[in-house]
Structure formats: C-alpha cells, structure tokens
C-alpha cells in the first residue's frame, strides 16, 4: 500500500477491536472517497463524537497518513474534547499527529500565509448604495439618498443584532456586505463576529481565486475533511468547507435540534438545504446514516426532552437499559429558596451515598451567567466541605476589548510585528486610521518594519512621542521571559505606553482586565510547573492561546486536583457535548430581584435537558409553565396559559427522516417526582446508587452490539 512509513509505525501498536453499534459501525468503516459526503444525523448521548474518533482511528488502520486527516469542530472547548476522545482511542502520539482544529484557525492560517491581512484590517471600497438600502430594507430601517451614500458607512448603524438578522435571513446579502469593505478598523473591534466571518470570507475567495498548484500544500495535502458539531455552522463557513473539500471526502457530523448558535448566525436549516443538494445534482456520492441508540439517559429523560422539544418524533430508538428515574420538576417563589433546594439536594445525596455519589457527579446548568456567580457564592457560604467550580465555556476575554493585550503582547515578543504595531499606534491619542495607514505605507516603501521607520525617520515625531519607542526597546530587552512575574509587569507597561487602560471606558472592563492579568499570571506560573522545559513562556502562550488550555480556568482547576471533584456550575451553552450523573437546570424565568427575563427556546431546553444520564431536575419558576411538559390540556394552551417555545426541527428540515423515526406521544405527560431532599425518597437513591456503582463495576456497562474485527482494527500502544 502507498503509506509503507504509516503501516512500519503502526507495528508498534497493539490491534484493538472497536466495540460499536450497526450504525456506527456503518460511519466508521464508510470508505473515503474523493468528492463523497457522509452526513451522520445523530442525537444526545448517541456518540457523534465518539463515532467521528473511531472513524479517523479506523482510516489510519486502513493505510492513511495521520495528516492525510483534518478534523473541524466549531469552538476551543470541541477542539479540546475532540483531542481527548482520540487519545483514548489512539495513542496519545498517533493522535496528536492529526490536525485538529478550529475552521477559524485553520482559516485564519492560510489568511496569514497569503499576505491577505493587511487586506482585511484595511478599508477598500465603499458600500454601494443599492446594496446598504436592501440591507437597510432586511432590518425594516430607512432607505438613504443615493447622493449620500459616498460616506454612508454601515459601522455606525448596525449592532452586532442587527447584522445577525441580515446573517441569518438572508446571507446572500450579507456575503455581499462582507465583499464591500465597509468595516473600517473600529468596527473590527466592535463587530467580533463579522471580523471571524471576514477571515473565513477571505480564505474562501483565496481558494476560488487559486489553483491546486498555486494553493500551499498544508491546505490542500488532506483527503479526508471530518467536521464535528456541523449543525452550528454559518453559511458563511460552509462556503469554506465546501471549497476547502473539492476533490476530498467530507464527513459531518451534527444534531441539529441541538444548535445553540442561530443567534449567533449559524444556519443549520439552509445548510442542510444547501448542502444535500450540492452532493445530489453533482452526482456525488452522498450517504445518510442516523445513530439511533443513546448511550446517555433511559427512557424517562428522553420522554421528557423530547417534550421540551415540543416534537412528535423520535430518531433515537434504543435507550439505556438503566433503572429509570422520574425526572424531577420543582417549582420556587425566589431563586434563594431554589439555591436554598439545590444546596440540600447536593449534600443529601453525597452525604448519604456511603461515598458512592461525588461532588464530581453533579452538574448545575443556567442560562444565565449571572445567576451561577450568586449560585456558586450561595453554595460555598452553605456547603464548605463540598467544592464547586464555575466553568467558564467560552473564553469571554477573547471577545472584549482585553484581546487587544495579545496584540501589545505580540510586540513583545517582537517590535517588528507590522500588524500589531499598526493596531497598537492606532489606540494613541491623536492618531487615526489616516495616518496609520500612511505610514504603514510609508514605511514599506522605506523597506523597514513601522517600528524601526517610525524610530528613524523623525517625520511623525510631533504626534507619535518618540520615547515610546526606546521604552519598548528597554521593555524588550530586559524582560525575563521565563518569569511570570516580568512578563506581566512588562505587559502592564506597555498597555500604559499604548494608552490602553485609558481605552477600557467601564468600570466592568477594568475588572476584566484586572482579573485577565491575574489569570494569566497563574496560568503561566502554572505553566512552569507543568512544562519545566520551557524556557520561553511568552512564545509558548502565543502560539497556544487560541486553541490551548492556557487561560481555561479549568485547565487551572485539573491541577487542584480535589480527591472527588466539584460540583460544576456553567451555561447551558457551554454544557453542550457534556454530561454528568446529575444534573439540575436552574429556573429560567426571572424571579423578582432579577428583573430582566431571558427567553430560552426548545433547544435550549433540550440541550440541558438531555445533559443528565441518570437524575434530572428540571427547575421552573412558579408561574411559568410550559406546554407539553406542564400540561397536554388543549384549552389552557388555547387560552395561552402555557408557553411553548418550540421551534422546527430536524424531522421539520429533513423529512425523509420521518420514515424512520419513532411517534412520540405528546398528548401524555412524562411522570415527575416529588424531590428526595425534602420527602427523602429513598427508592431515588437507591436506584442512582445501583446505577452509578453498576457502571464502575462493569467497565462502564458497554454491550458491544457489533464488533469491527479480523479485517480492519485500530490501534493503541503496546
Ligand atoms: N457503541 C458505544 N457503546 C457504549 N458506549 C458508547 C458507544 N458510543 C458512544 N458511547 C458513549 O456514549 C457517550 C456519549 O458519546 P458522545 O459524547 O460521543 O456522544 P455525542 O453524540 O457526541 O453527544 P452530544 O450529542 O451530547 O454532543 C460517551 O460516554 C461515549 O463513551
């Protein structure tokens, strides 16, 4: 075979037999081809992942190269559990041979190496009136007067909401929007999300505009393109994955009555829409396979997520075999009595469990942020034998103003970093994108770095101090850069040269600020003690921090290490793709102190719902009450007594499905039970016990269905 180094390799590897469903069996050992799709449909708990992993497992047992692989998934944390599941399955070094990456990332590479960066912080065009009035039109605003239109600019009108409208009702128009290049360097800042949809655009039209020869070969060496959590993608990427894909195989796998990010621009439904059809009239050659068995819950936390759901069908045909437990449903007056439950039903469960159930067990979900920073101080004034950690889900810093402290950190590292010295000079009084641009342009025509024209050619020091420049030269070359310490008093300093405290207007922001110095600082000492060898910390973080665990604060907590874990407190949103034995989701209708009501759609709901495996309480305010999991009376809901927040889903989108699924019946009621920390139920506890230490007992209670074996076999080290 062509890959005679992979197969010498692999001799050192032990052959292991993967243990899977048909389904699953039927994904993994699909062949690859060029121009070819697998789209695996798949629901909670129904091992997506874990498929995707033996897939890329099985294909290098077949004869691929580790980098004949690229794996997608959408965020840092995915990126993180995708790695995780592969080491399990692979050996640790064959697995971290794979190129697994953020689409941003990867995207963001070939952006880089192209020289189109400079293209994408600077303005080019001007908006074309026509265009500004259909989407003045799309969000029901004014049209403007053509006359005016030289200097209309869209920055100073659009929220980060608005454009995401235009994003998701009509991405037509706003890959048009992305084309004129209206986004001067000030709405870069603000607008996060379209400067990551500007990258992607631009790798996009990099790969149209090139061909396989003119296209570096890390883009285009892969055959095989594998995207995890597909259903959270935006037409804007998936623009990218189907060009970065010609020629190469392309597996995705997604649920999309899990996708969270619709108001974020992710498009799951024109997607689907787009993408099926794509293979079709090609002639490609597309293959469907649903996972239909869950691993996660039994039949009662499925009957009630399905509720949530608000659907009448079902993908998923097998549950676990588990002894089930009613789902919990409890109402409260205000959160401190809900705070005040929760807390009970922790300890009683620990401190009765003769040690079996941990704080590790537990998992306590909300929508909001907020409502977990009061749940965490509450649990800690109550609970202090039992630990509980807040976990941060996505890296909130990344998408402030404090991001710009990588920017000041890249210079550093290096003073001759064109990109972030232009960013840099443009936070100072006085300067403007004019002028920035001039000498950027100035002193490319000189041949020199901006820093080192800016130093020698006196030209601009009436408005730029030169003294700022021998203050970077003393910062660089006496900062010690294997010690936290100096690092982080020479990123202070420099932010106080660039101006940059000045810049962070709200109270909030310095805290942010304040607090991203203090976690860096204990992420780079923690760094030390974890990677003694490396000596240049600064560089390490640069290269790491947008798809390491540098800055994760629970990378910080793997280190403290607590005997039975914490009790873990975060967002719904960053739950996504986790699990625990018991989860609690926090009432989500605002109590009288927190007066702002947040809505929460189905698949919000489902998305929490479907996080527990064995226990489930499901909170809920008094007065909110939701259709088809609070009642199935037809004339309270005629009567609008009852909410429903349900949306369509993915039998809604691909309704072929509907001769597979499974009826649910939404006319009866899944059956709740009353909480055990005040009526101390102990049949609950008995059966969370009996399930929790069958499963330690019994390797994780796995019935192989079907083994993959004799012909085809993966591999882990010896
Ligand atoms: N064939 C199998 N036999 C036994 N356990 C399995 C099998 N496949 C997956 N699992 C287990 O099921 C659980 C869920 O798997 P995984 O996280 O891959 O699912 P997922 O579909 O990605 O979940 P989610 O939809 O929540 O993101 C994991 O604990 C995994 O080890």
């Known amino acids: 075979m062509e890959n005679q180094n992979t197969e010498e390799d692999l001799s050192n590897f032990k052959e292991v037999d993967i243990i899977c469903t048909e389904p699953q069996k039927n994904a993994i050992t699909a062949d690859s081809k060029p121009n070819s799709l697998i789209n695996i449909i798949s629901g909670p708990g129904t091992g997506k992942t874990t498929t995707l992993c033996n897939r890329v497992a099985y294909l290098i047992s077949t004869g691929m190269k580790p980098n004949d692989i690229l794996v997608f998934s959408l965020t840092n944390q995915s990126v993180k559990d995708f790695k995780k599941t592969l080491c399990k399955i692979l050996d640790e070094n064959l697995a971290n041979e794979i190129n697994v990456t953020t689409i941003h990332s990867f995207a963001n590479k070939i952006v880089k190496t192209n020289s189109l960066y400079w293209e994408i912080i600077r303005d080019k065009k001007t908006i074309d009136s026509k265009i500004l009035n259909s989407i003045l039109q799309e969000l029901s605003l004014n049209p403007v007067n053509s006359d005016t239109s030289k200097n209309q600019t869209l920055q100073t009108k659009l929220t980060t909401n608005e454009i995401n409208k235009i994003k998701i009702n009509n991405p037509g128009l706003y890959k048009k929007y992305l084309n004129y290049e209206e986004l001067g360097l000030s709405s870069l800042l603000k607008h996060t999300n379209v400067v990551y949809d500007k990258l992607i655009y631009e790798a996009t039209q990099f790969l149209i505009m090139n061909t396989e020869e003119t296209i570096p070969s890390f883009i285009t060496n892969y055959k095989e393109i594998i995207v995890d959590e597909f259903q959270d993608i935006s037409a804007v990427l998936l623009d990218f994955i189907l060009e970065l894909s010609k020629n190469k195989q392309l597996t995705i796998a997604g649920d999309i009555d899990q996708s969270l990010y619709v108001f974020n621009g992710a498009t799951p439904d024109s997607n689907i829409k787009k993408i099926i059809p794509h293979y079709e009239q090609q002639g490609y050659n597309l293959t469907e396979i649903v996972l239909d068995e869950t691993f996660r819950f039994s039949k009662n936390i499925h009957k009630f997520s399905l509720n949530l759901l608000g659907t009448e069908y079902s993908l998923i045909e097998k549950t676990v075999d588990e002894e089930p437990i009613n789902v919990v449903r409890e109402q409260f007056e205000n959160n401190i009595d809900e705070f005040e439950f929760v807390c009970n039903e922790i300890s009683y469960l620990i401190n009765n469990s003769n040690g079996i159930i941990k704080p590790k067990n537990f998992a306590v979900l909300s929508i909001r942020n907020d409502v977990l920073d009061d749940f965490k101080q509450y649990f800690e004034n109550k609970n202090s034998e039992i630990k509980i950690k807040r976990i941060m889900g996505t890296q909130k810093w990344l998408e402030t103003?404090?991001?710009?402290?990588?920017?000041?950190?890249?210079?550093?590292?290096?003073?001759?970093?064109?990109?972030?010295?232009?960013?840099?000079?443009?936070?100072?009084?006085?300067?403007?994108?004019?002028?920035?641009?001039?000498?950027?342009?100035?002193?490319?025509?000189?041949?020199?770095?901006?820093?080192?024209?800016?130093?020698?050619?006196?030209?601009?020091?009436?408005?730029?101090?030169?003294?700022?420049?021998?203050?970077?030269?003393?910062?660089?070359?006496?900062?010690?850069?294997?010690?936290?310490?100096?690092?982080i008093v020479a990123l202070t300093e420099i932010s106080k040269i660039f101006n940059f405290t000045k810049q962070l207007k709200t109270k909030d922001s310095h805290i942010q600020f304040d607090s991203f110095l203090k976690n860096l600082y204990e992420s780079f000492k923690l760094l030390k003690t974890t990677h003694p060898e490396e000596t240049d910390l600064i560089s390490y973080f640069l290269s790491?921090?947008?798809?390491?665990?540098?800055?994760?604060?629970?990378?910080?907590?793997?280190?403290?290490?607590?005997?039975?874990?914490?009790?873990?407190?975060?967002?719904?949103?960053?739950?996504?793709?986790?699990?625990?034995?018991?989860?609690?989701?926090?009432?989500?209708?605002?109590?009288?102190?927190?007066?702002?009501?947040?809505?929460?759609?189905?698949?919000?709901?489902?998305?929490?719902?479907?996080?527990?495996?064995?226990?489930?309480?499901?909170?809920?305010?008094?007065?909110?009450?939701?259709?088809?999991?609070?009642?199935?009376?037809?004339?309270?809901?005629?009567?609008?007594?009852?909410?429903?927040?349900?949306?369509?889903?993915?039998?809604?989108?691909?309704?072929?499905?509907?001769?597979?699924?499974?009826?649910?019946?939404?006319?009866?009621?899944?059956?709740?039970?009353?909480?055990?920390?005040?009526?101390?139920?102990?049949?609950?506890?008995?059966?969370?016990?009996?399930?929790?230490?069958?499963?330690?007992?019994?390797?994780?209670?796995?019935?192989?269905?079907?083994i993959i074996n004799g012909i085809k076999k993966l591999y882990r080290k010896v």
């Open 401 to 487: 103003k404090i991001s710009t402290l990588v920017t000041l950190m890249k210079i550093l590292d290096d003073p001759h970093d064109d990109p972030s010295l232009f960013v840099a000079i443009s936070l100072l009084d006085r300067v403007g994108h004019k002028l920035t641009m001039k000498i950027k342009q100035e002193s490319e025509e000189s041949g020199q770095s901006i820093f080192d024209y800016l130093m020698e050619s006196k030209k601009f020091n009436k408005i730029i101090d030169p003294e700022i420049f021998v203050k970077i030269n003393n910062l660089t070359n006496t900062i010690d850069r294997s010690d936290p310490g100096s690092i």
């Open 544 to 706: 790491n921090y947008q798809s390491d665990f540098l800055l994760n604060d629970s990378f910080l907590d793997e280190s403290l290490n607590y005997s039975d874990g914490y009790v873990t407190a975060m967002t719904i949103h960053g739950s996504k793709g986790l699990e625990w034995d018991i989860v609690f989701v926090l009432s989500t209708v605002s109590f009288e102190n927190n007066i702002v009501p947040i809505s929460i759609n189905a698949r919000t709901n489902y998305v929490a719902g479907t996080r527990a495996k064995y226990l489930l309480y499901f909170n809920k305010y008094a007065s909110d009450k939701t259709m088809f999991i609070d009642t199935t009376n037809s004339i309270d809901i005629k009567n609008n007594l009852f909410k429903t927040y349900y949306e369509k889903t993915m039998i809604d989108y691909i309704p072929k499905l509907k001769e597979i699924a499974l009826p649910n019946d939404l006319k009866k009621l899944p059956i709740y039970s009353k909480p055990m920390g005040i009526t101390k139920n102990d049949a609950h506890m008995k059966s969370l016990l009996f399930n929790i230490s069958k499963r330690k007992n019994d390797n994780d209670l796995i019935k192989p269905t079907v």
